[in-house]
Structures are given as structure tokens and as C-alpha cells.
T-cell receptor, first 107, second 120 residues
């Protein structure tokens, strides 16, 4: 199975900050990487697919990059509604594994 | 609009069975693949199972293979997860999700989640 490792596991940031979350795959997954946002353990929401494509309705302050084994999710200017837990997921091979999550908290 | 409404969770004894349902509206389950994803208490997301749009193939996480069965009823436009030989470690909130498209694997719409608790 492909292991997905996110860093950091949690971070504290202020409104307006630029935030970057990293996701590393245990082997190359090309660009088969999704990012999700989960608030207060509600249903996750798709943010980014195929590493850098913004899902419909997602604000442009969210962006994704990377290929192979290293990927990043960037929030250019953190907003109050962005405080949540973020997960990466590889869809290169079954089982489609998630990272352990990164919790973004208010500083 | 797309909506997924889940039902069927509850408390079951170890070794028991449970069937989860996910009623879809706003799209046809025969046009899209469908996922089940779970989240144990205090833990992250775990992908559980997937059924292709044409119903020809199903895929499972190793942790549930041989015990869980994903299926759908096109006439009811509903996705199911039959869970057998349940274990304590199956305790979680279970989510169904619609797959984004034929050439892309991602959950773009999700159900509200249903709680499954395995306890004696």
C-alpha cells in the first residue's frame, strides 16, 4: 500500500497568513493526489484534484502543486472559515489511502 | 442538486452484521462510481470501498476485504454497504461519496455520515 505522510500534523496561524501543508507519498503517484477539507468532523469537502485542479466553488486562495512523491496545499490568505483539518489522498493505486490529516488552528 | 442521504447505522455486537444505505438524488448511481469512506473516533479518514459506474468491479481496503460488500440498486438509485463479521475496530462514522467522473477518482459529493458502533 502507498503511505501518505502529511506535515505538519497541526499548525497555528492567524487570519491573513499564508499557510502551506505538505503531503509525501511513499512511492511516485504521478499527479493522482486530492486534497479535502473537513470541519468539526462533518463530511469532507473536495478542494483540489489531480494535484492542482481547483474543484468547482472552491475559493481561489486555495492552490495545489507537486507531482511524483511531494505535494503541497497552499492557502494564500487564511480566512476564518478555513480553520479545519485537511487531508491528502492518493488515487494512483488501490487502496486509495489518505494522509493522517493536518489541523489548522487559530493562533 | 446532488444529494446523498445515509441511513442504517447503529450499535451491533462483535460478529454481527449491518447494512448501510446511501440514497442518491440529482444524479444516477449507474452513471458514476461510488465510494464508502470511514472515520474512527478521533482518527483520520480511511477509504473503505468503491464500485465502478458500470457495476463491473468493486475494490476494497484490506481491512474489510472478505467481510464487507459494496453494491447498488439502480431502480432505487441507492448505494449499499453490507458489513459482516463486524469487529470493534470497525466502529466509525461511515460516509458515502459520489465519484467525480469516469477518468478521475475523487469524492466530490458526500453523505452526512452514519455512526456504526461495535460493542458487546
Amino acid at each position: 500500500d502507498i503511505q501518505m505522510t502529511q506535515s505538519p500534523s497541526s499548525l497555528s496561524a492567524s487570519v491573513g497568513d499564508r499557510v502551506t501543508i505538505t503531503c509525501r507519498a511513499s512511492q511516485s503517484i504521478s499527479r493522482y493526489l486530492n486534497w479535502y477539507q473537513q470541519k468539526s468532523r462533518k463530511a469532507p469537502k473536495l478542494l483540489i484534484y489531480t494535484a492542482s485542479s481547483l474543484h468547482s466553488g472552491v475559493p481561489s486562495r486555495f492552490s495545489g502543486s507537486g507531482s511524483g512523491t511531494d505535494f503541497t496545499l497552499t492557502i494564500s490568505s487564511l480566512q476564518p472559515e478555513d480553520f479545519a483539518t485537511y487531508y491528502c489522498q492518493q488515487t494512483y493505486s488501490v487502496p486509495w489511502t489518505f494522509g493522517q490529516g493536518t489541523k489548522v488552528e487559530i493562533k | 442538486q446532488v444529494q446523498l442521504v445515509q441511513s442504517g447505522g447503529g450499535v451491533v455486537q462483535p460478529g454481527g452484521s449491518l447494512r448501510l444505505s446511501c440514497a442518491a438524488s440529482g444524479f444516477t448511481v449507474s452513471d458514476y462510481g461510488m465510494h464508502w469512506v470511514r472515520q474512527a473516533p478521533g482518527k483520520g479518514l480511511e477509504w473503505v470501498a468503491f464500485i465502478r459506474s458500470d457495476g463491473t468491479n468493486e475494490y476494497y481496503a484490506d481491512s474489510v476485504k472478505g467481510r464487507f460488500i459494496i453494491s447498488r440498486d439502480i431502480s432505487e438509485n441507492t448505494l449499499y454497504l453490507q458489513m459482516n463479521s463486524l469487529r470493534a475496530e470497525d466502529t466509525a462514522v461511515y460516509y458515502c461519496a459520489k465519484n467525480f467522473g469516469a477518468a478521475l477518482t475523487a469524492g466530490d459529493y458526500w453523505g452526512q455520515g452514519t455512526v456504526v458502533a461495535i460493542s458487546s
